[in-house]
């Protein structure tokens, strides 16, 4: 491809709302234009890298057995308000009405489609186990779209959906899907784990997600970096191994902390290891007020709290609720001396000698020690987010942290959807069965800005080959002003053309500068320079996107020296 031919249109300077470094390269770089809020088209060079996904992706899946299909966008509300996520679904879902005021949806996941395919169509066992998958369009109204096509209302998404006899076809189902997922992000050059996650909206039991490692991940990874285990943080379990609480030092002291609120702010003030004090927080559920408590340095995992039975629907308590039933003001809250229900998270059942608040504002209790200044706590559970340096819950090692960027999501559905919607089928004794489904989504957009997070430098974009617009660029000095050049350069395009290789030639009548700098930005994985100087000595200069300095290439070695690089990379 000659750029002469091409449309590119690359930035100086990002726009002001741009604020991850992969928002603003893909703007720069001319990847996408902005349309309205989370809404972008996807520019020819932006183009080039989906179309290039979505081909390894469409290889992997249909190696895996699954089949193509396409399912509308639109889709209607009868079947959402049968499985009862038309309210749930929430103002995430853009609703809209045709002509004659009959319900749609623009989908935002087809879940109910595919499920409603299946009853119609599936009626003998003989016909499991199937796997249906498409790649199309997605709407979802965030409330704040951001990060550009990160977060955007329209996306572009690979959804595959399985359809079992039993659990053990779909566990089997779903460990190919993983497998090829994993050869999926493996192929496409990213660096990135598989955690096991929560189900979400989507529902059903088991879930893994795949995420891209990157320092911008709004997720947090815990990881086990001497084994396989992986989760995200809020799923990760916080093991608490057995040990004895130390015994009582001191009698309990109600020391005057002003303006103290946080347990950092009195640590701090009291000259003690922050570990050594209680965070007690206030939550509403049922219409009774909970205490929950943990180590200071330790964070509240709501997850895990809202898979306590009677806590999963709990609320923070208003501050009104906490000076009713504490006496105090936030900050200040302890469990010592109130008849409060109280939760403890495993690692508090350690502690002793330590600091919580003394429900009176402005002081807290030190020295504090279980049954002797307060009982033991009514429940203790697991309920906050692991740190690096907790046990790997497999016995393996020590778990670390790190931050990733969600791009494949793998479910278990079971049959929460195919009871709901009654997909059944005729087993061997002419019974009817419910479907065993599995659900398998990949974010085919969200993709190339997960992968410019993870792959950048001070110059631009650092594509991986598998998914560079271009594998090669061909930049020349002096095209239109030296023959030698243009003879040089027409024979090499033609050549790395007719290899199949994707080549882009620069043949503006521009600066050198601007040329390399474009050409960096876009994330192109080689180049090559011909000029005068190089040619008179039969060298032509490369370089790779990674490399700090350039190599001079014999010419009559140039095309072979490409096309290993190509294989290897």
């Not at 007020?289 to 709990?314: M, T």
């Amino acid at each position: 491809m000659r750029v002469s031919q091409f449309f590119i249109s690359t930035l100086k300077e990002a726009p002001a709302e741009a604020e991850l470094i992969s928002h603003k390269l893909m703007l720069r770089a001319g990847l996408i234009k902005r349309l309205g809020s989370g809404l972008y088209t996807w520019m020819p060079l932006g183009l080039r890298i989906l179309r290039k996904i979505e081909n390894i992706v469409r290889d992997e899946m249909n190696k895996s057995g699954a089949i193509e299909v396409l399912m509308p966008a639109i889709q209607p509300a009868e079947l959402w308000q049968e499985t009862g996520r038309w309210e749930v679904f929430g103002p995430q879902m853009l609703k809209i009405k045709d002509r004659h005021e009959h319900a749609f949806c623009f989908g935002p996941t087809h879940e109910e489609i595919i499920t409603d395919i299946a009853r119609k169509e599936i009626k003998s066992y003989r016909q499991l186990p199937l796997t249906f998958y498409q790649i199309q369009t997605k709407f979802r109204d965030e409330i704040r779209p951001r990060f550009g096509v990160m977060r955007a209302r329209e996306f572009l998404m690979k959804d595959a959906y399985s359809f079992h006899t039993d659990e053990n076809s779909l566990m089997q189902t779903y460990q190919c899907m993983y497998e090829t997922y994993s050869r999926i992000f493996t192929r496409l050059g990213l660096k990135f784990r598989a955690v096991a996650a929560d189900t979400g909206a989507i529902g059903g039991s088991g879930s893994h997600e795949f995420h891209v490692l990157a320092e911008s991940g709004e997720d947090a990874i815990a990881f086990c970096p001497d084994s396989d285990y992986a989760a995200n943080i809020e799923l990760a379990t916080a093991l608490s191994a057995p040990q004895e609480r130390d015994k009582p030092e001191g009698v309990m002291l109600k020391i005057s902390t002003p303006n103290k609120k946080t347990c950092s702010e009195v640590a701090e003030f009291l000259e003690i290891p922050l570990k050594k004090t209680i965070k007690t927080l206030a939550i509403k559920a049922n219409n009774k007020i909970f205490l929950l408590l943990l180590r200071g340095d330790h964070q509240l995992n709501e997850l895990k709290v809202r898979k306590i039975p009677f806590l999963s629907e709990f609320q923070m308590a208003s501050e009104s609720d906490i000076l009713f039933e504490t006496g105090t003001v936030p900050g200040y809250i302890g469990p010592v001396g109130l008849d409060t229900c109280v939760i403890a998270d495993q690692t508090v059942m350690h502690m002793s000698n330590f600091v919580c608040g003394a429900n009176e504002e402005g002081f807290h209790l030190t020295q504090v020690n279980f049954d002797r200044d307060l009982p033991m706590p009514d429940y203790v559970f697991d309920i906050r987010n692991v740190v690096p340096g907790d046990d790997s819950p497999d016995g393996k090692g020590k778990l670390e942290i790190c931050r990733g960027i969600e791009v494949g999501h793998i479910f278990q559905l079971r049959t929460k959807y195919s009871e709901i919607m009654k997909a059944g089928y005729l087993d061997e004794s002419g019974q009817t069965q419910y479907m065993e489904m599995g659900c398998y989504g990949i974010g085919i957009s969200r993709i190339v800005a997960a992968a410019i997070e993870q792959n950048h430098d001070d110059h631009g974009i650092i594509f991986p080959t598998t998914m560079a617009p271009f594998q090669l660029t061909i930049v020349p000095i002096g095209l239109q002003k030296n023959s030698l050049v243009k003879e040089a350069v027409e024979k090499l395009y033609q050549l790395f053309s007719d290899a199949q290789i994707e080549v882009l030639l620069d043949d503006r009548d521009e600066r050198p500068g601007v040329m390399f700098a474009d050409m960096e930005l876009m994330g192109i994985p080689h180049r090559i320079v011909i000029g005068e100087r190089g040619l008179k000595q039969s060298t032509i200069e490369y370089q790779g996107r990674k490399d700090p300095a350039s190599l001079a290439i014999p010419i009559d070695e140039i095309f072979s020296f490409i096309t290993a690089k190509l294989c290897v990379n």
